[in-house]
């Protein structure tokens, strides 16, 4: 079934934006299935054979914020619901890229002619309900409350459980191996962000519109108050929204056949994926991701492409060192846009669905002009990469179905992952570092992982209350990555970082 005519096209895309925050979940998926449909000239979601849907976290189809799957709910709002459906099993930032991989494939090898991919968040919705529901702690749970409770009893203790405490370390490990300070790093994170909230400006379909100037991103304010050190919340993904985009998919022979217009088809290319460790103590390194080269790397060999046949890009933003990591994998200059639909911060952050607006937003890109463009996703703590590629032009050979997984090429990159002490106490060198904020702007505590001179890894806590060890890792003066001192253990539990 690999005749040119089965190769996988989008031909409608949908966005919803609610500001008034009065939609579900459930209404924001319709209505941008609904949008969808009319973009590609209607009657499509009258055929669909398959709906792909990326889960969330904000439910409201059952007690609030919802256990049960979304599934059975959203089908029951379809006219003609389709008989094959696939749920993502956890939200996650990968999640649409999986899904519209996994679209391709269906209509590439004729098991389905129309399939749809879809999600939303109604996070803001979800916090007026919530508030609404009193003051009983367990009516107010949701999914992430459950999977934190989930997390090994170490990271707990040391505070490395969301992703605000996970991704600095990242950050602080990329700069050192970059061999930048923090300025030139909050420079290069400011001009990066600043180019998110034009690309934004650009876009209708955007959260917010505002175009900053990068010292608007870096300036701590009130209104841009610290969330962990050196990110500011202008520097972080914006959850509270209530978003939903979707992309209906069909073959090449099907698109025309229904008359949908040249001009209006964009070809899916092939993906690449590969993920590290659940386990954020169980990664080789934090100065970089294999499981990220070797998306992004796969994804445009697969594709035959090299950085200059890209017209445009989104690399996935919830936190600077991302989009700083993948544009150093991808060699992307920073002068150049990373991003068509505004990132995480502006264009908005409904937790895992987040690229499935980039994906509608590079379909509205190329229909407008040019030829190819990368959708770079990650998911979980710099876990799960999916990379993509989508077009105005078709392949020159048929590339689906295909198999994304490039696992094994990850593996081949890695390298040795040092082992955990979790009772260590001793002598260590300092490997990367996280400093949270409260929302009064005071450092609640530091969190070092570091290596003993035998290669073992090991955390280490600053109190919050110690102005010089906070300063030591923040102010910028010494780079504390590569700086040794020892750890010692307290009567409360912890080993404390002494420097040397």
């Not at 500001?19 to 949008?35: F, I, P, R, T, Y």
């Not at 209104?223 to 520097?235: A, D, E, G």
């Not at 959850?239 to 949908?260: K, Y």
């Amino acid at each position: 079934m690999n005749q040119v005519t089965q190769i996988p096209v989008i031909v409608g895309v949908g966005q919803i934006n609610d500001h008034e925050s009065k939609a579900s979940v459930l209404d924001l998926m319709v209505a941008a299935l609904g949008q969808a449909d009319r973009d590609a000239r209607g009657a499509w979601l009258d055929r669909l054979d398959f709906l792909g849907i990326e889960n969330q976290i904000s439910s409201d189809v059952a007690p609030w914020p919802g256990k049960e799957p979304i599934t059975p709910h959203l089908l029951g709002r379809l006219d003609n619901p389709p008989a094959r459906t696939l749920l993502t099993p956890e939200p996650s930032g990968d999640g649409p890229l999986y899904l519209l991989n996994h679209a391709a494939n269906l209509i590439a090898t004729g098991e389905v002619k129309v399939a749809a991919i879809v999600g939303a968040e109604a996070l803001r919705t979800a916090a007026q309900r919530t508030a609404q529901v009193g003051a009983d702690p367990a009516a107010k749970r949701g999914a992430l409350d459950d999977a934190l409770d989930g997390a090994r009893p170490l990271l707990r203790q040391y505070g490395l459980l969301t992703p605000t405490d996970v991704y600095p370390l990242y950050e602080s490990a990329t700069r050192a191996a970059w061999g930048l300070s923090l300025a030139e790093a909050q420079r290069e994170s400011a001009l990066l962000w600043s180019a998110y909230s034009a690309a934004a400006a650009a876009n209708p379909h955007a959260w917010s519109r505002e175009a900053l100037d990068p010292d608007a991103i870096t300036t701590v304010t009130p209104q841009n108050r610290m969330i962990s050190h050196p990110y500011s919340k202008l520097m972080v993904a914006n959850s509270a929204v209530n978003q939903g985009a979707a992309l209906i998919l069909t073959s090449l022979a099907e698109a025309r056949d229904r008359g949908v217009p040249e001009e209006h088809i964009v070809f899916v290319g092939a993906g690449a994926a590969a993920h590290e460790d659940d386990d954020v103590l169980a990664r080789d390194s934090y100065a970089r991701s294999p499981a990220m080269i070797a998306s992004i790397a796969g994804a445009m060999e697969r594709n035959g492409l090299e950085r200059d046949d890209l017209d445009c890009v989104e690399l996935y933003s919830c936190f600077p060192c991302i989009p700083k990591m993948a544009r150093r994998v991808l060699d992307w200059p920073l002068d150049r846009s990373p991003s068509v639909y505004g990132g995480l911060t502006f264009g908005g952050g409904p937790i895992g669905n987040c690229m499935m607006h980039a994906a509608a937003a590079m379909t509205d890109r190329l229909r407008a002009g040019g030829r190819h463009g990368l959708i770079f996703a990650n998911g979980g703590f710099a876990t799960h990469n999916h990379s993509i590629i989508l077009s105005r032009t078709a392949p020159r050979d048929p590339i689906f179905p295909q198999d994304s997984d490039v696992q094994a090429e990850a593996d081949r990159l890695r390298g040795a992952v040092p082992s955990l002490d979790e009772h260590y106490e001793g002598p260590g060198r300092i490997e990367a570092f996280s400093v949270p904020y409260n929302r009064d702007g005071a450092p609640r505590f530091g969190t070092i992982v570091a290596l003993s001179p035998d290669g073992r890894r090991f955390l280490a806590r600053i109190a919050g209350e110690d102005v010089g060890g906070v300063a030591f890792l923040t102010s910028g003066e010494v780079e504390p990555v590569g700086c040794r001192g020892s750890v010692v253990r307290a009567a409360d539990g912890y080993g404390y970082w002494r420097a040397a």
